[in-house]
């Protein structure tokens, strides 16, 4: 870690990474019908979920966002 790079950083830039690490990292799950891999469809911040769609079964699941 260069701490001289960090110290130099603007306020600006601090608050976009900020920003940024503030952010929910949303990674889709496998699917619980078939094990496949599902991907993301659409994610409902108001409810804190996401929509899942399985590339091998179709099936469309829903999950609590961590
Ligand atoms: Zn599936």
């Known amino acids: 870690m260069d701490v001289r790079l960090r110290s ?3 306020a600006r830039q601090a ?3 900020q920003t940024i690490e503030e952010e929910p990292v949303v ?3 496998w699917c619980p ?3 496949g891999a599902g991907y993301l469809d ?3 911040l108001t409810r ?3 929509m899942q769609t399985c590339q091998q079964c179709g099936l ?3 999950t609590h966002i961590d």
Do not use: M, V, Y
């Open 8 to 10: 130099r950083r603007s």
């Open 15 to 17: 608050a976009a990474t």
């Open 27 to 29: 990674l889709p799950n």
């Open 33 to 35: 019908q078939c094990g």
């Open 42 to 44: 659409s994610i409902n």
């Open 48 to 50: 804190e979920t996401k």
């Open 60 to 62: 469309r699941w829903e």
